[in-house]
Structure formats: C-alpha cells, structure tokens
C-alpha cells in the first residue's frame, strides 16, 4: 500500500480501545502486544490507519483519558518498547498509527498537579490549572455533578470531566510548550498523528461566566440550538494552538495528522478546525447523532460537507466510538430519539435484527461517501452494545456522577469476540475479561464470520476493496432520484442507494450491483433498511 500524500483525505481509520482489543498476558485487560499481534487482522480487513485510545500511565479512573504521564506506557498495557515495536509492525503491514492526546486536563496523579496540590495558593504551580478561592460559577461536569472541587486548604480547582481530571490553564505559557514537546515526543518515535481529546474545550471564556444550559450527558458539548456561545466551548482561543501544533507536525515527512474530538455546532463553526493551517480532519459527530432516517441524514451530508467545502476540507465520518451506544443498537429503535447515552437492563431494549440491519445499511452508505471514515472496533462484526450488563460491573464515571441516572459508556466498550470456542472469546488465552462478554457474541466471533458470504466482516472487507477500487474517497456526491424514503448519490462510477422507506424500490434499469448490505428481493429490488452499490 503506497504511503501517498494527502492519505488522510480519503483514509479509513479504525479505532482500537486498547483495554478491549486484545490481551495477551490473560489478565483480562488488553495490551500493545495483543493489539501488535492483530495488525494482520486489520490489514486483512482493508484499512489504511489505526487510532489507540489512551495508553500512558494512568490511574484509570477514566480508562486512560486521566494521564500521570503522557511519555510512559501505563504497565496494565506494556511498556515504550512495546508502543516502539507496534509502530514498527504496523509501519511494515503499510498502516499508520495515530495516538491519542489529552490537553484538556491531566490526571490529579500527574507530577503537575501533585505539585500544586502541594504549593500555596498562588504559587506558580497552581498557575497551570485552574485554581480559585471559591467556585466562581455554575459549570457542572460533563459527567454530572459540579466542576469544581476543593482542596484540603480550601481552593477550588475546575474539572470539566472526573475530580480525578483537573483542566489545565491553557493561559500559560508553560502548558503550551509541554504539549509541543509531548507532540514531538510521539512524532519522533513514528506516530503518523494525533487524536486530540475534547478540543474544543481547552480555553475557557476568561469571564468564567455562569452557563445556565449545560447538557450532563457523557458527550456534553452540543448545547441546545437556541442557546448562546457557552463560555466552555469552542472558544476561538484554541485555534491559536491548534496552528502552532500544525506548524510543529508540519516540521515532520509523510503528512502526520492532526483529527479533532470537537463536539461542535453548527457546521460552520466546526469546519474553524480544518482550516488549511490548523487541524486535518474533525469527527463528524452531527451526522452520528443523526437517526436512521431519509430527510435527517441528507440535510446533515449536505451542511456538513458544505461547510468543509468551504475550507477546503473533507469530511470525516463515524458511526460508533468508545463514548456512545453502538450504531448496532442505537438503530434498533423506532421511536426518533439518538439513544447514544449507553442503554441499561432497565431501559427499553433495542430490536436486535433491526438495528444489524440498519447499521449495515448506514456502514455501507457511510463508506460510500468521500471523505475519510472511522470504525470503531467491533462494528464490522456487527456488533451491539452489551444493553444488559449488571451494575455492578460498572466502571465509567458517568455512571457514579450522574447518581446512576446514565448508565454510561462501558457498554461499547466490552472486549471483542474474535475466536468463538476460547476462552473469552480469544480475546485473550484465559477467560478473564474486564467487563463481561454477552453469551450472544460467540456467533459473532470474527472466526464464525470470516470466509463467510453475506457475513458483515465479509460486508465491510469487501465495501473496503471496492471504496479503494472506486477511489470513493476522493470523489464527488451527486444526488440523484427523488423518491422521499430513499437516499441515492452517484460517486464518481458508484451509484449508493439506501431505502429508509417500508416498501422495496426498484435499481435503474441494467444496474450491475457490486455490494449490497443485506440480500435483494427475488425481482432484484432493494428492500426496506438496505443499501445498495451499483455501477453507474
Ligand atoms: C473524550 C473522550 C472520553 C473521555 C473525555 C474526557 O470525550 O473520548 O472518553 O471521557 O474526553 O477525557
């Protein structure tokens, strides 16, 4: 695979968790060497990247985005030489690898903040986070509860997220210049780029006004339509960063990346972040927020890369990721809501056919657009949120802070299936696991689909080749057709038609199908929940 120029443009990225991907020690937690071991796997399935959430030292209080040390590998996942050894492996099986940085906020275990919780109020350690004598307004953590702690001598300190995640004081100099030293930390050891964590909350209004309209959801970020600019987000100070970041990676051969984790509205505010000189790609997350339906979805393909277009930037898409239901799930609902706030054995459950149905569907419509596209593991075996899982196996901060109203995040996160008669599903040699594994996911074993036809890892291995055959992520979308149930666009020789209706529509006469999510009619028709690729 040639490591061309501009790759990201049309790239597709596949999200490794690393607690969930692979274990191999058998502790029941993944690690770099499991996840090194299955790059084949990974090559085998087509994709151009791999993404590693978190890795570094950490406490764990919120699966490693709470990082003691954003140079050192935490011990429950290996060690440098381990992070060394996989950059090398994926380099040689031609994929690239983009780690994650968290400049939001540290760990309360990072030197830093052990320092300042160490020095008097004041004190040019307290400078780098956030410290005041009392709490200076309303905020409240994304995960629920105020954003303000004190300390055993009375300050304050703010938290968007856990107590155990103290924001940084991006006003300083000092925060600055250690986040371009940590870039070039992981750039000169081969990353090909970053994933940067809630970039749109790093500078906060100076006025640390009041907000009266925060949303405690896990995600937080998309505030309500009518509201106004929060103080929080997406101030027009982080652009100022993300430029001098760009200007440090531009130093770097072979086009390293910057993808921005932005939860930001409109689309026009969010495309500020793929200005030619600041970050390369921003997660689209209007469109995953966006139901299984017809009109919703092309207003969203429309505006958004509408506002990309004008910045010169493509769009770069997602379905699932490690902080909301997965895709499988959340479509198997039929009453108009998202459902992305993790789904407990006390909710409504999801209509399990259905939402495999859709999300092959939805996949296959999403790789169909050009632009660049990421997967989240798991989903090209099909596979659904855990919706059962007993409380007590728990562990995402939501869950405590939201005093239980959110069962949170754990339920994308369960430990994937890849072989179906081993222990743990081979997902490491012992049956040991972190969260439980669904009895249901043995059939879904990456071993049970492989080589099988119809399967949906054979769905997404084949939507793969064809998307690179097509060069579908370089192209244009044209809509065609005018029937209100159905969504069809011409992408370069590609015709991709999916049906949201409730009855079969035919194909244009003499379509040679190359792909289809799920099986057509005896007359060659497209039933309902399907998406199709035809040659135009
Ligand atoms: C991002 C991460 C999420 C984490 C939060 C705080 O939203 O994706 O998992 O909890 O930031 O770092």
Same mark, same amino acid.
Request: glycine residues 8%; aromatic residues 10%; negative net charge.
């Given at each position: 695979m040639p490591l061309s120029s501009d790759w990201w443009r049309s790239a597709v990225i596949y999200q490794i968790y690393p607690r969930s991907f692979a274990d191999s020690n058998g502790d029941g937690m993944g690690d770099l060497p499991g996840?090194?071991?299955?790059?084949?796997?990974?090559?085998?399935?087509?994709?151009?990247?791999?993404?590693?959430?978190?890795?570094?030292?950490?406490?764990?209080?919120?699966?490693?985005?709470?990082?003691?040390?954003?140079?050192?590998?935490?011990?429950?996942?290996?060690?440098?030489?381990?992070?060394?050894?996989?950059?090398?492996?994926?380099?040689?099986?031609?994929?690239?690898?983009?780690?994650?940085l968290v400049p939001n906020h540290t760990s309360s275990e990072h030197a830093w903040f052990q320092a300042a919780l160490a020095s008097a109020p004041g004190s040019p350690e307290r400078e780098r986070y956030i410290f005041r004598?009392?709490?200076?307004?309303?905020?409240?953590?994304?995960?629920?509860?105020?954003?303000?702690?004190?300390?055993?001598?009375?300050?304050?300190?703010?938290?968007?997220?856990d107590v155990s995640q103290p924001d940084l004081n991006w006003a300083n100099p000092q925060v600055r210049a250690e986040f371009v030293a940590i870039l070039r930390f992981w750039l000169d050891r081969g990353a090909d780029g970053f994933r940067v964590d809630v970039a749109h909350g790093l500078v906060k209004d100076p006025s640390l006004a009041g907000w009266e309209y925060g949303d405690d959801t896990v995600l937080g970020g998309?505030?309500?339509?009518?509201?106004? %600019?929060?103080?929080?987000?997406?101030?027009? $100070?982080?652009?100022?960063?993300?430029? =001098?970041?760009?200007?440090?990676? /531009? #130093?770097?051969?072979?086009?390293?990346?910057?993808?921005?984790?932005?939860?930001?509205?409109?689309?026009?505010?969010?495309?500020?972040?793929?200005?030619?000189?600041?970050?390369?790609?921003?997660?689209?997350?209007?469109?995953?927020?966006?139901?299984?339906?017809?009109?919703?979805?092309?207003?969203?393909?429309?505006?958004?890369?509408?506002?990309?277009?004008?910045?010169?930037?493509?769009?770069?898409?997602?379905?699932?990721?490690?902080d909301v239901t997965r895709h499988a799930s959340r479509f198997g609902f039929s009453d108009g809501k998202d459902h992305r706030n993790g789904i407990s054995a006390r909710d409504p459950q999801p209509d399990a056919p259905l939402g495999l149905r859709r999300?092959?569907?939805?996949?296959?419509?999403?790789?169909?657009? %050009?632009?660049?596209?990421?997967?989240?593991? $798991?989903?090209?075996?099909?596979?659904? =949120?855990?919706?059962?899982?007993? /409380? #007590?196996?728990?562990?995402?901060?939501?869950?405590?802070?939201?005093?239980?109203?959110?069962?949170?995040?754990?339920?994308?996160?369960?430990?994937?299936?890849?072989?179906?008669d081993a222990p743990s599903y081979g997902f490491g040699p012992t049956d040991a696991s972190w969260l439980p594994q669904p009895a249901s996911w043995a059939e879904l074993a990456l071993d049970r689909q492989r080589g099988v036809a119809g399967?949906?890892?054979?769905?997404?291995?084949?939507?793969?080749?064809?998307?690179?055959?097509?060069?579908?992520?370089?192209?244009?979308l044209t809509w065609t057709g005018s029937q209100p149930e159905v969504l069809a666009f011409a992408n370069g020789d590609v015709l991709v038609l999916s049906n949201f209706g409730d009855e079969p529509v035919a194909l244009p006469g003499g379509s040679q199908v190359l792909l289809s999510s799920g099986p057509l009619t005896g007359d060659g028709q497209v039933p309902p929940d399907v998406t199709v690729w035809v040659r135009r």
């Open positions: 996840i090194t071991a299955r790059l084949s796997d990974l090559r085998e399935l087509g994709v151009d990247a791999v993404w590693l959430s978190p890795f570094y030292r950490s406490p764990q209080h919120d699966a490693g985005y709470d990082v003691a040390d954003y140079r050192a590998v935490d011990p429950r996942f290996g060690d440098l030489g381990d992070a060394d050894k996989l950059i090398a492996e994926a380099k040689q099986l031609g994929l690239r690898v983009i780690v994650d004598d009392e709490p200076p307004n309303n905020w409240r953590s994304v995960f629920g509860g105020p954003a303000w702690e004190q300390t055993t001598d009375g300050q304050w300190y703010l938290h968007l997220f998309l505030t309500p339509q009518d509201a106004p %600019p929060p103080p929080i987000w997406d101030q027009d $100070g982080v652009h100022e960063i993300y430029r =001098e970041w760009r200007s440090v990676l /531009d #130093e770097y051969e072979d086009d390293r990346i910057l993808v921005a984790e932005a939860w930001v509205q409109p689309a026009e505010r969010l495309a500020h972040y793929v200005r030619p000189d600041e970050m390369h790609q921003a997660f689209n997350f209007e469109y995953l927020v966006t139901p299984w339906a017809a009109a919703p979805l092309r207003a969203v393909i429309d505006r958004t890369t509408g506002a990309n277009a004008e910045v010169g930037a493509p769009t770069t898409w997602v379905l699932s990721n490690h999300a092959r569907a939805a996949s296959l419509q999403m790789l169909g657009l %050009p632009g660049s596209a990421y997967l989240y593991q $798991g989903e090209e075996l099909g596979l659904p =949120e855990h919706t059962t899982m007993p /409380d #007590e196996f728990r562990q995402d901060p939501a869950w405590e802070r939201s005093g239980h109203a959110e069962p949170g995040r754990d339920g994308c996160r369960v430990p994937i299936p890849w072989e179906a399967s949906t890892y054979e769905l997404y291995r084949a939507a793969l080749r064809l998307r690179r055959e097509h060069d579908l992520g370089n192209g244009t």
